[in-house]
Nanobody, 123 residues
Framework: QVQLVESGGGLVQPGGSLRLSCAASGSIFSINAMGWYRQAPGKQRELVAAITSGGSTNYADSVKGRFTISRDNAKNTVYLQMNSLKPEDTAVHYC?????????????????WGQGTQVTVSS
């Protein structure tokens, strides 16, 4: 019933910017933390940035100062503003959300994943 749909990926030159969006829809009682992960070829999936329902954030050391995560709770949407992009940022980016499903909210929360969106940084 719950689906996360991502958008905003693409090809950009080093130093450029992209803004990723991820909207959750379906039978949602509440959303706890939301985050962005990325996976490059031959690498494990790694956390890029996360944000709690209250707005506290965490970033991977490699993106601190360049990326900004934000969320709009009314829209069940999380964003990732990526500036000063580097070739090593090239990866498939996945949205994640820890969600308690509706309508009652009874039960444990589960992690849901977006379909992935490709970010390629190349000159």
């Amino acid at each position: 019933q719950v689906q996360l749909v991502e958008s905003g990926g693409g090809l950009v030159q080093p130093g450029g910017s992209l803004r990723l969006s991820c909207a959750a829809s379906g039978s949602i009682f509440s959303i706890n933390a939301m985050g962005w992960y990325r996976q490059a070829p031959g690498k494990q999936r790694e956390l890029v940035a996360a944000i709690t329902s209250g707005g506290s954030t965490n970033y991977a050391d490699s993106v601190k100062g360049r990326f900004t995560i934000s969320r709009d709770n009314a829209k069940n949407t999380v964003y990732l503003q990526m500036n000063s992009l580097k070739p090593e940022d090239t990866a498939v980016h996945y949205c994640n959300a820890n969600i308690v499903i509706g309508p009652t909210g009874w039960g444990h929360p589960n992690d849901y994943w977006g379909q992935g969106t490709q970010v390629t940084v190349s000159s």
